[in-house]
């Protein structure tokens, strides 16, 4: 296996075959692999090119490869639509190029289609994924009026959806997946504790960040951060992100069992009682 659909892969995507669960030079683990595949590697490859992300396949943390649909085409003008069967508005992604692709390269599973009916994307669907360590998981980006139904019962092994709205195809989907496992991935973030003071981290939103003035016209810095006690300033930071969770995302609260009595002393600590 050469980590190509016939040959294509998009920008970025080298073909070589990394993160195939052996240590990295120098013990680092293996690489998380993502492999996308897509009538669009060019967009896709693209944004994987650029900045955090990037920088993680530079040095090896991720092994992310896109793989052009259209590659895997029997046809001159590499189709890899068809109208659908009983009639109706828009074409069809059809299943001859999109098994021969998906089969050529063989990727890592869970191959996951993005579409409206799967399962809702959040944080803890990204820290499963990006536990597969070495083995990865794989994307299946959709377009036109959707794929042929023997695709998604046949070929993948589940669905994904970022959210209860129409996208002109799967792409934009498949990179907010990718983005959000990648952060989760040790040493891609660069500070450690990034990622573990993220919104939903640890079911709350994130609290309010300041920087440089102190005061910019009338609205100042709060005093606490101002103060340098470290252990008052976490305090405080937690106490503003579960006020800011009861305010605005209630049901994060109360999947997570309501507030915890050290939560309620930190409220009351800063008088912020609701």
């Known amino acids: 296996m050469n980590g190509r659909a016939g040959g294509d892969d998009g920008p970025g995507g080298d073909g070589h075959d990394r993160g195939t669960g052996n240590p990295a030079p120098g013990g680092r683990p293996p690489a998380l692999r993502i492999e996308t595949f897509t009538i669009f590697p060019d967009l896709v490859g693209g944004w994987l090119a650029g900045s955090l992300i990037g920088r993680a396949r530079a040095a090896g943390l991720l092994d992310l ?37 998906v089969e050529t ?10 579409g409206p009916a799967g399962r809702r994307f959040d944080e803890a669907m990204a820290h499963e994924l990006a536990d597969q360590g070495g ?16 695709i998604l019962d046949h070929l993948c092994d589940g669905e994904v959806s970022v959210g209860d709205f129409v996208l002109a195809g799967g792409e934009l989907a498949a990179l907010v997946v990718i983005e959000a496992v990648a952060r989760l991935v040790p040493g891609v973030m660069g500070n450690t504790g990034s990622a573990d003071e993220e919104s939903f981290a640890d079911g709350l939103l994130e609290y309010p960040h ?65």
């Open 105 to 114: 390269v063989d990727p890592p599973r869970p191959l996951l289609a993005l």
């Open 65 to 101: 490869r896109v793989h052009d649909l259209r590659s895997a085409a029997q046809d001159p003008h590499r189709s890899v639509d068809d109208a659908p069967f009983g009639g109706g508005a828009g074409m069809v992604l059809a299943p001859g190029p999109v098994f021969a692709a």
């Open 135 to 150: 083995e990865g998981f794989s994307l299946l980006c959709g377009r036109y009026e959707g794929m042929d139904q023997r």
């Open 210 to 274: 300041y920087t440089r003035p102190a005061r910019f016209r009338d609205w100042e810095v709060p005093e606490v951060l101002r103060g340098g006690n470290h252990a008052r300033v976490a305090r405080w930071r937690h106490a503003m992100a579960v006020v800011r969770t009861l305010e605005r995302r209630p049901d994060l609260i109360e999947r997570r069992g309501g507030l915890t009595p050290a939560e309620r002393r930190e409220l009351e600590e800063f008088g912020l009682i609701p």
